[in-house]
T-cell receptor, first 113, second 115 residues
Framework: NAGVTQTPKFQVLKTGQSMTLQCAQDMNHEYMSWYRQDPGMGLRLIHYSVGAGITDQGEVPNGYNVSRSTTEDFPLRLLSAAPSQTSVYFC????????????FGPGTRLLVL | QQQVKQSPQSLIVQKGGISIINCAYENTAFDYFPWYQQFPGKGPALLIAIRPDVSEKKEGRFTISFNKSAKQFSLHIMDSQPGDSATYFCAASLSLNNAGNMLTFGGGTRLMVKP
């Protein structure tokens, strides 16, 4: 099993550009989520999904969109990048029933100029 | 408003010493308290976790102490080793009906264990 994979590893954007951060998991987990990690702030939940076709907002959803068309994939879209979105983004997944452990991907480092 | 506060932000410990990281939470509905360990360039990985009906949980050199009345919990790393040097995050989870747990993280502690 590859676990949770994320692409790209690093990206530089200009203000106003759009992009999609990819996340995939091969563990058949129902629950997937996106976090951003900023110094001193820990990880903050952006969006999450409990299954295909179901998504919901987390703590810091503004400026981000998600969709969940399959169990495996959970892409995060930045519609119009802003410097405040410079961060490290982590995708995570877990089982819903009886699953406490969240498995994190290796992260995507995003720099918005 | 940060619901889980973690201290210290950084910690330097000599090899063989005890590392102690503290967390405090506000929401009494939290029912699951994990600690995650993160090495540079990697995603966080679950280290150890506790539920509020238990006051202590030990796994090898790692121990969580939980004080429900004070709304505090801490991670103790006994016999700290240079390989323990990493960033540690405490977290708290609020179970949502049929929707899984939403994790709220503390700000993180960067631990350095000197040889």
């Amino acid at each position: 099993n590859a676990g949770v994979t994320q692409t790209p590893k690093f990206q530089v954007l200009k203000t106003g550009q759009s992009m999609t951060l990819q996340c995939a998991q091969d563990m058949n987990h129902e629950y997937m989520s996106w976090y951003r990690q900023d110094p001193g702030m820990g990880l903050r939940l952006i969006h999450y999904s409990v299954g295909a076709g179901i998504t919901d907002q987390g703590e810091v959803p503004n400026g981000y969109n998600v969709s969940r068309s399959t169990t495996e994939d959970f892409p995060l879209r930045l519609l119009s990048a802003a410097p405040s979105q410079t961060s490290v983004y982590f995708c995570a997944s877990k089982r819903l029933a009886g699953g406490e452990t969240q498995y994190f991907g290796p992260g995507t480092r995003l720099l918005v100029l | 408003q940060q619901q889980v506060k973690q201290s210290p932000q950084s910690l330097i410990v000599q090899k063989g010493g005890i590392s102690i990281i503290n967390c405090a939470y506000e929401n009494t509905a939290f029912d699951y308290f994990p600690w995650y360990q993160q090495f540079p360039g990697k995603g966080p990985a679950l280290l150890i976790a506790i539920r509020p009906d238990v006051s202590e949980k030990k796994e090898g050199r790692f121990t969580i102490s939980f004080n429900k009345s004070a709304k505090q919990f801490s991670l103790h790393i006994m016999d700290s080793q240079p390989g323990d040097s990493a960033t540690y995050f405490c977290a708290a989870s609020l179970s949502l009906n049929n929707a899984g747990n939403m994790l709220t993280f503390g700000g993180g502690t960067r631990l350095m264990v000197k040889p």
